[in-house]
């Protein structure tokens, strides 16, 4: 029988690259079990209200727009490798604690709610680092291949994990399952405490400090905003996650309410456009090299936003296999989109401004999320459920627009990085002064 070989060559031969990835897959399977857990420790052991509940979920995400740009700063700061680390255990020890007051008898609902939003934090932090230091890791050409790679396991984390979760929690109970994703945070942090490479953050000239940090936060957003390729992203994701939360915030309802859908089926739709995910990961370097960078982003934002409206067409008598479909094409092209433009965005950005752009474009096009959730329960409630789909589905087609009619979309191969403002321009930048522009991207190849 011949014997399987592992792939070679690329970054199947990079040895800290693949610690990374090793890490990081752990760490994703793990978080699946507590992003199961810890809202039925809140529902069913700790009796929370639906505010209640809904406060859990807000805690999670408000970080992401507290602290997102002042993380950029830090990000850009520091070593971003020790930033990974101390995420990663810094998330472990806080998980740990509630199966300890659990044990002690004393857990709270606001012992959760709090706990909910420093892992937020931490979060907040290692995620802008995580994006920024990728392409301090491998080389410009391996980008979206890097990015697929670790956007695979997120996606066979999301079909694998909540099953393995269930089970878990079924065995041990709630409280004590989130144990395991504590010693997941630990094996990723150990994972890149043995990775060799190293990096030099940027230093002050002697007898100066850093720059305070409110200019370089505006630094950050004014590279974002005066980038024509960025800021184009910038618009078509934003509002790609407006529409798309309008949709999704009451979808599930919708399909309970309207279609009358056993928890099976529903678990059913979702495991179909997971299974829509892994493929676009799988797929996405190929899409890049045959039809290029910028018809790469227009084509699998267009296909993702085609799949929002399946769900109002969805037939009530047989509404699966549209609901399926359009599950599958939002998570093929939702994928495959952001794989591409996030490699983008990394091979155009100075070194320095990595961690300000990964930070203000989270800032942006996060955003956008919860004021989507608000319409379209607001939408749904005034008018009605599949009426709040086709507003998110015709809305979709908004996203396109910003990458469809700018130059992104004649992006050849990945581009290289951007030349560096010179000091001048730097801090132009950071005060927001009209009339003198960052330098934009590199002509893109034909």
Known sequence: MPRLRRPSGGLWSHPDFLKLWSGQTISEFGSQISALAIPLLAV???????????VLGVLGFLPFILFALPAGVWVDRLRRRQILIAGDLARAVLLALVPVLWAAGVLQLWHLLALQFAIGVFTVFFDVAYQSYLPALIEREHLVDGNSKLQLTVSVSAVAGPSVSGVLIGAVTAPYAIVADAVSYVVSGAFMLRMRHREEPPRPEPGQSHPKMWPQVKEGLAWVGRNPWLRSIAACTGSSNFFSTLANSILVYYMVRSLH???????????????GSIVGALLTDRLNKWLMVGPTIVLTIAVSQVGGFMYPLAPRSFPLPMLMLGSALFGFGAVAYNITQVSLRQAITPERLQGRMNAAMRWIVWGTIPLGSLLGGGIATWWSLRGALWVGAFGGLVAILPVAFSSVRTIGAMPEPTAEPTPAQAELAGGLVEGAPLPGPAAADA
């Open 261 to 275: 859908l056993s928890a099976f089926a529903i678990g059913a739709v979702f495991a179909v456009g997971s299974a």
């Open 44 to 54: 069913v052991s700790l009796h929370a209200s639906p505010f209640e509940f809904s």
